[in-house]
């Protein structure tokens, strides 16, 4: 999981990049970084470790010049996290110079490695996959484009090419110096990109290409549409917008994980609201709840802020159970679930959380949390209410029980580190130190997801839930591939 944006703009973009990196800061904060072009191709880039507010000094928002650029927040799921050769964009001279962000995780980087040194002559000086795809797209084009002037339509087969060679999840935006600004997402929509558009005047259109589209919202840009699995939009650098289909045969099917954890409450993904998802998502896990937690066993239901809130308010709505706020978050500190490393996500715990004990005590507390990783932050969670005085603490989960690695874009790479595989719930409960457990049913979930997005009008042609079901909707994800991840790529 990462942050892109992308922008064409009548002016300078460094700002409107800036701003809108801020927003999508909760997508990824290991890393910051961002490109800009010039009419005449003159590339600038700044990019640094850590948060933006931190990251940019004046002088680098000063020196990013152009009307065409991208940036990017990166949560680093290869490669190394503290790394700033490794921060994103990339970046490539030839052809034209070639600078390019991604959000996702390519599947097949072990025989484009090999690839890239046997067909393309093309040297890679990272472990990043971004690098890899990026090296990939630069070959396609310049094998395109060897002998003609580039367009649109040999841009875009380029792009076919490229989908052609590289498998897993990927939603890119690329400029091209003295071009333009491309950006295509992989051919089963698992990352999100959107599409919008804002009218400057008689200067003509300008255009931002996102990972959310509250980016879109806080920048006074109309939703044009999300970018469809497999299509490429090219946007030249005077705003004039192509598109194309460049896939074989593309589905929509996006990661169910952005709509438990990763997306903010108030983006809208693929036709229905982040935050309405998680209300129905709420519904369904209370129904499950009243199921399994004896009626009297629960005074109180509170939620882990912030993801989970949604979930809770429904779940205590439809149970008729208090509804309490009983930790106070700290915001100055980051998401635990995507700090890198383990160490790093227990110390920040009580860093983050702290107690309201007049909440907790002497009641039966059901705490709700968005999802189960590792069980690091849980154990401790409950660990808290009952030091706050709680008399018993049941916990539940709006996300079923994480069995099974996620390889296309979430830091869970090896399957022993998820506190659920190979555990029983009651086994789970038992490590967790909770009285009762419940998990949202894997159903449940993939109803509450596909009926939202249903009554906006977009129809899901299946829902990436592979943490969950072990299922890999890409169909090219082999045991051999995740034993290979486990042994070389821990958290």
């Keep these: 999981m990462c942050g892109i944006v992308g922008v064409v703009g009548r002016g300078h973009v460094n700002q409107d990049i800036y701003d809108a990196l801020l927003l999508l800061q909760h997508r990824g904060q290991d890393a910051t970084g961002i490109a800009t072009t010039e009419a005449n191709g003159v590339m600038h880039m700044a990019k640094n470790n850590g948060m933006v507010r931190e990251a940019f000094r004046t002088r680098d928002m000063r020196s990013l010049l152009g009307n065409v650029g991208l940036g990017h ?7 190394t996290a503290s790394s700033e050769e490794e921060a994103q964009p990339f970046y490539v001279n030839a052809p034209y110079g070639i600078t390019l962000i991604h959000n996702g995780n390519l599947t097949n980087t072990r025989e484009l490695a090999v690839e890239m040194e046997s067909r393309d002559r093309r040297h890679l000086n990272s472990s990043s996959d971004t ?3 990026l090296n990939v ?32 999840a990927y939603a890119v935006i690329s400029f091209i110096a003295g071009y333009g600004l491309l950006a295509f997402r992989d051919p089963h929509g698992i990352r999100p990109l959107i599409l919008g558009r804002r009218t400057a005047g008689l200067a003509g259109d ?41 896939a074989d045969d593309p589905i929509l099917a996006p990661c169910s994980f952005e709509y438990v954890y990763l997306a903010r409450p108030d983006s809208v993904m693929n036709g229905q609201s982040i935050y309405e998802s998680r209300l129905r998502m709420g519904e369904k896990l ?33 149970l008729g159970i208090d509804y309490r706020e009983g930790y106070y978050k700290n915001r100055y500190v980051g ?38 990783v590792r069980g690091t932050t849980s154990r401790q969670i409950i660990q808290m209410a009952r030091d706050a005085g709680a008399e018993t603490v049941s916990f539940a989960s709006a996300a079923p029980p994480v069995r099974f690695p996620h390889v296309y874009g979430i830091n869970m790479p090896s399957a022993t580190e998820l506190i659920a595989h190979g555990r029983t719930i009651p086994e789970i409960r ?62």
Excluded at 73 to 79: I, N, P
Excluded at 149 to 161: P, S, T
Excluded at 295 to 303: K, Q
């Design 73 to 79: 927040v990166r949560y680093a799921t290869k490669g």
């Design 131 to 133: 690098e890899l795809l």
């Design 137 to 168: 797209l630069a070959s396609e084009l310049q094998a395109t484009t060897s002998t003609v002037d580039l367009d649109a339509e040999r841009i875009f087969q380029a792009v076919a090419r490229t989908h052609r060679r590289i498998e897993g």
């Design 206 to 246: 300008e255009w931002v290409v996102a990972s959310e589209s509250l980016v879109l919202e806080n920048g006074d840009y109309e939703v044009v549409r999300e970018v469809a699995p497999g299509e490429a939009v090219f946007i030249t650098n005077d705003g004039e917008l192509f598109s194309e289909q460049c």
């Design 286 to 318: 209370a129904a499950t709840v009243a199921k399994h937690i004896p009626e009297g066993e629960i005074d109180v239901v509170m939620p882990i802020p912030d993801s989970a809130r949604p979930a809770a308010m429904e779940v205590a709505r439809v």
């Design 335 to 372: 998401r635990t679930f995507i700090m890198p490393g383990q160490a790093a996500r227990k110390k920040s715990v009580r860093q983050k959380l702290n107690t309201m004990s007049t909440e907790f005590r002497g009641k039966k507390v059901l705490l709700i949390d968005d999802s189960i």
């Design 430 to 491: 038992d490590e967790l130190g909770a009285d009762h457990l419940v998990y949202q049913e894997i159903e449940d979930l993939r109803a509450a997801i596909v009926e939202g997005a249903a009554a906006g009008g977009v129809t899901l042609d299946d829902l990436d839930m592979s943490c969950f079901d072990g299922r890999y909707v890409t169909g090219t994800v082999t045991d051999e591939y995740l034993e290979w991840v486990a042994a070389t790529q821990g958290s």
